[in-house]
């Protein structure tokens, strides 16, 4: 039988707008509107975008034992966070492996916010229920699956913030922090983060005021933007995604994510990651862009060793890019090496991060 498709707050106004709609990680979301998905990509890289990222997950933790719960749960140093900010970073199995990937907000001083996967979402909301004792130790900690508590969209672009802005009741946090306005009349928890390599904000609300919102950034001429120019905005900024470029089979450091991993907090998988980076890894996670033509797929093999985790034809590059796991011999910036696109050898040379930088970060 085939399984029911959620639906966000928003649906009906991407029917409306002629989107596109598709399954994605359980959910029926736009993938593009009427002018394309490189229209689109240019409208976020030139102006600004509104993505509906509702499909995302959210889980409150909160409670004294908090702080120590998270510690264990993620990878990175959440005691850094100071309140009202953010941090990104990973969940992990006992054995390095990379179990979703995530970003974490300080709402108060006991209070976190932490914002998951979609198609991870249930997966992790468990794995915190198992787990986040054992960091807590003997004070309480409180979790709440959230997700059915907000919408999201992510508004993005060097326009971005001059627009909510004109729409807040007050100043817009900085750029990894989070504050409490109003925005268009409606309660909104706004996020100074995102996924294109532009700047922008995230903008958290409750459901019911979802549709309100969405219809003031449009009036306010931003732009509506679908997961197609999603991938191709975050691929451009070197922005992994989960099930492509990690998963459970590939642990932090072959991923180049050893920055949000801090061992010495002792979290989850900690001594796996500990002696990975100590001994290095066979493969590890590079950009790349093709340097005579073609398009690389994920699934692509790469020849002498690798594989191709996510590809696509750069909009603003005008070239096709990606990335892909490399033998680390082979790693460094300016490497050439061959991969195998349905038979036909394509000549690629690893990039440095990110393959395209916005002029506003």
């Known amino acids: 039988m085939t399984a029911v498709l959620r639906r966000t707050p928003l ?3 991407h029917a409306e707008l002629g989107a596109k709609l598709v399954p994605f990680a359980g959910w029926e979301m736009p993938v593009q509107y009427a002018d394309g998905v490189g229209a689109e990509h240019l409208a976020v890289r030139e102006h600004a975008g509104v993505f509906d990222v509702s499909h995302m997950g959210q889980i409150i933790t ?15 140093d959440v005691s850094m966070i100071p309140v009202g900010g953010a941090q990104y970073g990973l969940i992990l ?25 979609a198609a991870n979402h249930g997966t992790d909301f468990t794995w915190f229920g198992h787990h986040a004792q054992e960091g807590a130790g003997h004070d309480e900690v409180v979790l709440v699956d959230a997700a059915d508590d907000y919408a999201m969209l ?19 946090p900085k750029r990894f922090h989070v504050a409490r ?8 928890l706004v996020c100074g983060t995102g996924y294109t390599g532009e700047d922008g904000v995230e903008l958290l609300v409750a459901p019911s005021d979802s549709v309100a919102l969405f219809d003031a950034l449009l009036a306010a001429g931003v732009k509506p933007i679908g997961l197609a120019a999603r991938d191709t905005l975050r691929l451009e900024a070197c922005y992994h995604l989960y099930g492509n470029d990690m998963d459970a089979g590939r642990n932090p450091i072959e991923a180049a994510l050893g920055w949000a991993v801090k061992e010495e ?13 100590a001994e ?18 994920q699934g692509n093999p790469v020849v002498g060793g690798g594989v191709v985790t996510s590809g696509t034809m750069s909009p603003s590059l005008g070239k096709g890019i ?20 349905r038979g036909k050898q394509r000549a690629a040379v690893v990039e440095s991060r990110p393959l395209y930088k916005s002029k506003d970060l």
Do not use: M, W
Request: charged share 20%; glycine share 12%; with cysteine.
């Open 181 to 188: 306005l109003t925005v268009a009349g409606v309660e909104v």
């Open 11 to 13: 649906h009906a106004r």
């Open 93 to 117: 199995r006992p054995d390095g492996g990379c179990f979703d990937d995530i970003f974490t907000y300080r709402l108060a001083e006991d209070e976190y916010l932490t914002v998951t996967n």
């Open 62 to 76: 909160k409670g004294p034992g908090a702080l120590g719960a998270l510690q264990h749960l993620t990878t990175n």
């Open 322 to 341: 990606g990335l892909a796991y490399v033998p680390r011999e082979h790693s460094a910036p300016g490497t050439p090496f061959v991969i195998d696109v």
């Open 280 to 297: 290095s890894t066979l493969e590890v996670l590079v950009p790349f862009s093709l340097t005579e033509g073609g398009i690389a797929r």
């Open 154 to 172: 992510a508004v993005q672009g060097p326009a971005a913030r001059g627009i909510v802005a004109q729409l807040a009741d007050g100043d817009l």
């Open 265 to 277: 907090t002792g979290h989850i998988g900690h001594d796996a990651v500990a002696l990975d980076r």
